[in-house]
């Protein structure tokens, strides 16, 4: 079992392009969302998804796109970035009440 | 809303001591509380929740419901210990969870 697999690792764009933030898992989870991390803010959620088919927003989603086209991947699309887009990003998973993450994606938008 | 508040952004504490990392949380329902812990190099990882009232790595947390509270405890610290600590929330039926800002804890030698 690989877990949840983000990539890249590290990522940096110049505002206004766009790119797809990659997440995979091989647990046959439901469950999962992508949430990003900025100092002094903890994580705070941006989009998630209960199963293939279906998402919804969470917190912080403008700006963002997700679908969930099967079961195992989770792809974000960042479609015009924006310097407020700089962050780590993890994806997780979920099986009951725990969150598998991954091992997160930085990101800087020049 | 729901709310999780972990006012100390930075924790350091000598090898040995009692250790304490604060949580206060907000919401109207029952809540179901996590900690998450993020060691060097690694993933974020579930340390332990609430239900079930489990001890992990010598950490314990109490939910207090007087309090809004649920603090992390553990009575000795290790260097180990040094690590991002995140206290979560999970509300009602959703699976979300709404994170607290986090406490960086350095365990000093």
């Known amino acids: 079992n690989a877990g949840v697999t983000q990539t890249p690792k590290f990522q940096v764009l110049k505002t206004g392009q766009s790119m797809t933030l990659q997440c995979a898992q091989d647990m046959n989870h439901e469950y999962m969302s992508w949430y990003r991390q900025d100092p002094g803010m903890g994580l705070r959620l941006i989009h998630y998804?209960?199963?293939?088919?279906?998402?919804d927003q969470g917190e912080v989603p403008n700006g963002y796109n997700v679908s969930r086209s099967t079961t195992e991947d989770f792809p974000l699309r960042l479609l015009s970035a924006a310097p407020s887009q700089t962050s780590v990003y993890f994806c997780?998973?979920?099986?009951?009440?725990?969150?598998?993450f991954g091992s997160g994606t930085q990101l800087s938008v020049l | 809303a729901q709310r999780v508040t972990q006012p100390e952004k930075l924790l350091s504490v000598f090898k040995g001591a009692p250790v304490e990392l604060k949580c206060n949380y907000s919401?109207?329902?029952?809540?179901?509380l996590f900690w998450y812990v993020q060691y060097s190099r690694q993933r974020l990882q579930l340390l332990l929740r609430h239900i079930s009232r489990e001890s992990i790595k010598g950490f314990t947390a109490d939910l207090n419901k007087g309090e809004t509270s649920f603090h992390l405890k553990k009575p000795f610290a290790q260097e180990e210990d040094s690590a991002m600590y995140y206290c979560?929330?999970?509300?009602?039926?959703?699976?979300?969870?709404?994170f607290g800002s986090g406490t960086q804890l350095t365990v000093l030698p």
């Open positions: 979560a929330l999970k509300s009602g039926s959703a699976r979300q969870l709404t």
């Open positions: 997780a998973s979920s099986y009951g009440q725990k969150l598998f």
């Open positions: 919401y109207s329902g029952s809540p179901e």
């Open positions: 998804s209960v199963g293939a088919g279906i998402t």
